[in-house]
């Protein structure tokens, strides 16, 4: 008997058909943005000046300073003793992780909103953000970050007993080996624990994560040291009495703006810019996908508009809403940056803005959930996610294209151009 019950269920099963033919294109046009000509520039771009060369310096014994904990740099270092010291040996881990990142993102959106719906929002999300695509073509150490930051909170979403909880532990103790700016997901991933009843496992088991850490930068420091172990630990405290003093150094540059800049995308930065002989031009730059970068602030806000109206006015618990880990992981992963002396720049935001991604997933799943037209309407956001994805995708993957057509992409005045206002 066709009844409005059966043809919103048949228009839901067809949305979701759509949504995961969506899907997959935006997985093979992000794999296809991450992959393409890995070799080309033919160059060192970018920050690329810095960690290769450190993971090759490893490679041939010799010393140097960055401020940074070493895992990072020994995941690139990987790829050059295999491949060698050129741009493929540079970017190869970049791209392998920028591409896993996508998996992960699947296997999060289903843990966190317990949705097939979440699971292919995520995954799209994530393929077609084009920031991601740039930071994973070129050999720098942010896209590991993002990995490892979210690969610590679907750790904590996939714990179901104690015994498991350790390897929480383990990826957080990963995460802060790539950058400290990870720390701040130690809230999230204990909250979800915490509502697990797992809380004090975890607690018990961050010495795991804290041996892991120093047995790392042991290793880096006994590398650079010859193989001396006593030089190594003395090393390990030197270097991180350096490093919290050269933490807070401000550098000027013009591509630098401010933490309160960064959910409006005011200030992407152009990482490498190349002419062809037929007059084409190739950019990489770090720049969002824009509907998903703007969209995912709003999310922000609507999110915590959402937990107050259930909390507030509606009476009800929302303690095991999905919302509130994800917003929680935005707030605390941004709020470093609020006091720092450091000068930031966009990308130290890329932690924070996987957090807003997961909360924009959360409340589309929703809207599929509870509205008759919600599936279709969520259906409609993705497909102009991944129009607008493939548009700016050139720009994040050095794809030749006129003058004219970069000049289009420039939809705001502060892109790529210096802007003293948010560079001081």
């Known amino acids: 008997m066709d009844t409005p019950l059966r ?28 992959l393409r000509d890995l070799g080309f520039p033919p160059k060192r771009v970018f920050d690329e000046i810095y960690f290769p060369v450190f993971a090759n310096k490893y490679l041939e014994g010799e010393r140097f300073f960055d401020l940074h904990p070493p895992l990072g740099k020994f995941i690139i270092a990987a790829s050059i003793a295999l491949f060698g010291d050129d741009p493929i040996g ?15 993102g699947a296997a999060l959106g ?11 929002l995520l995954a799209a999300f994530l393929a077609v953000e084009t920031m991601l695509v740039a930071y994973s073509r070129l050999g720098i150490m942010d896209g590991f970050l993002v990995f490892f930051v979210l690969a610590t909170l679907l750790a904590a979403l996939w714990a179901r007993r104690g015994s498991q909880v350790v390897w929480v532990a383990v990826v957080l103790g990963l995460a802060i080996s790539v950058k400290w700016a990870a720390m701040p997901v130690v ?14 496992p975890f607690i018990a088991s961050l010495w795991v994560s804290a041996v892991l850490y120093v047995a790392i930068v042991f290793a880096e420091r006994l590398i650079l040291s010859g193989g001396a172990p006593w030089q190594a630990w003395q ?20 591509y630098a703006s401010p933490w309160w800049s960064w959910p409006l995308m005011l ?9 062809t002989s037929a007059g084409d031009v190739q950019v990489i730059a770090a720049i969002g996908n824009p509907l998903l970068w703007w969209s995912s602030t709003l999310a922000v806000l609507a999110g915590l ?17 999905p919302l509130v880990p994800a917003l929680l992981g935005y707030a605390l992963l941004l709020l470093p940056w609020i006091p720092g002396t450091r000068i930031p720049y966009i990308y130290n935001y890329l932690p924070s803005y996987a957090f807003a991604l997961l909360v924009l997933a959360c409340l589309l799943v929703s809207l599929w959930e509870r509205r008759s037209w919600g599936a279709w309407v969520v259906v409609a956001f993705a497909v102009c996610v991944l129009v607008v994805g493939l548009y700016f995708l050139p720009i994040a993957s050095a794809v030749p294209m006129s003058p004219e057509g970069l000049e289009q992409r420039q939809w705001l005045d502060t892109w790529f151009k210096p802007d003293p206002a948010l560079s001081s």
Do not use: Q
Request: hydrophobic fraction near 55%; include cysteine; charged fraction near 20%.
């Open 7 to 34: 043809r919103e269920k048949v228009g839901r099963t067809r949305a979701f058909y759509v949504l995961g033919f969506v899907t997959a294109c935006a997985v093979v046009a992000g794999l296809w943005g991450r």
């Open 90 to 104: 540079w970017r190869l881990m970049p791209a392998v992780f920028g591409c896993a990142i996508i998996v992960l």
């Open 305 to 321: 508009i959402e937990l107050g109206r259930r909390k507030l006015f509606l009476k009800e618990s929302v303690a095991d809403n």
């Open 267 to 275: 200030r992407p930065i152009r990482m490498f810019f190349g002419a």
């Open 110 to 120: 289903w843990y966190l909103t317990k949705s097939r719906v979440g699971a292919l």
């Open 187 to 200: 809230a999230p991933a204990g909250y979800v624990l915490w509502r697990k009843g797992l809380l004090r």
């Open 235 to 254: 090393d390990v405290w030197a270097w991180h009495i350096r490093a919290v003093d050269k933490i807070t150094a401000a550098i000027p540059n013009p």
